[in-house]
């Protein structure tokens, strides 16, 4: 098993670009979560998905989309990049009561 | 608003000596974890702790769990330099009663100085 990958690793945008950041888990998961990580601060849940075609809103969610197609894939959007959105972004997938988490992005908006 | 709050925020010790990282919750849970992040990379688990009472061991680490008080607790014994790290606690979101869905502490720093 791969477990949970995300890619890109790094990315550099300019404010106001567009893109998507891939997540995708192997172990059949149904439950899958994406959070942000600032200096300084724990993480916070930004969008989660119970199962393809399903997905809502966590803490901080202005500025990203989700779909959930597949039970895999899960990726984030960023509609128009701000510099606030500046931050490592990670994906994780969860079985019962135990979380698996990507290797992160690491996204800098300019 | 589930609010989490770790203490100390940064924590420097000597190896050998004991420390304990407090995390305290605004709301009941029934499910906490532990987690730690080495810089620059992921998040490692290190414990989920599911009930009133419940204490996990593993290593020089040592995590418990009081419900009533809303506290957890990370105690470290006999520091050792590996451990340097940022150690942090999370809740679920509802309670205890859905996946996917934490609530983090802001982090505490620690480093081990020889």
């Known amino acids: 098993n791969a477990g949970v990958t995300q890619t890109p690793k790094f990315q550099v945008l300019k404010t106001g670009q567009s893109m998507t950041l891939q997540c995708a888990q192997d172990?059949?998961?149904?439950?899958m979560s994406w959070y942000r990580q600032d200096p300084g601060m724990g993480l916070r849940l930004i969008h989660y998905?119970?199962?393809?075609?399903?997905?809502d809103q966590g803490e901080v969610p202005n500025g990203y989309n989700v779909s959930r197609s597949t039970t895999e894939d899960f990726p984030l959007r960023l509609l128009s990049a701000a510099p606030s959105q500046t931050s490592v972004y990670f994906c994780?997938?969860?079985?019962?009561?135990?979380?698996?988490f990507g290797p992160g992005t690491r996204l800098t908006v300019t | 608003e589930l609010k989490v709050e770790q203490n100390p925020l940064f924590l420097s010790m000597q190896e050998g000596k004991n420390y304990t990282i407090y995390c305290n919750y605004s709301?009941?849970?029934?499910?906490l974890y532990w987690y730690r992040q080495d810089p620059g990379k992921s998040l490692e688990s290190l414990f989920v702790?599911?009930?009133?009472?419940a204490v996990k061991q593993e290593g020089r680490l040592m995590a418990s769990l009081d419900t009533k008080a809303r506290l957890s607790t990370l105690h470290i014994t006999a520091a050792v330099h590996d451990l340097s790290a940022t150690y942090f606690c999370?809740?679920?979101?509802?309670?205890?009663?859905?996946?996917?869905?934490?609530?983090f502490g802001q982090g505490t720093i620690l480093t081990v100085h020889p």
């Open positions: 994780a997938s969860t079985r019962g009561t135990q979380e698996y």
């Open positions: 172990m059949n998961h149904e439950y």
């Open positions: 998905s119970v199962g393809a075609g399903i997905t």
């Open positions: 709301t009941t849970s029934d499910r």
């Open positions: 702790l599911l009930s009133n009472g």
């Open positions: 999370a809740v679920d979101m509802d309670g205890g009663t859905s996946y996917g869905k934490l609530t």
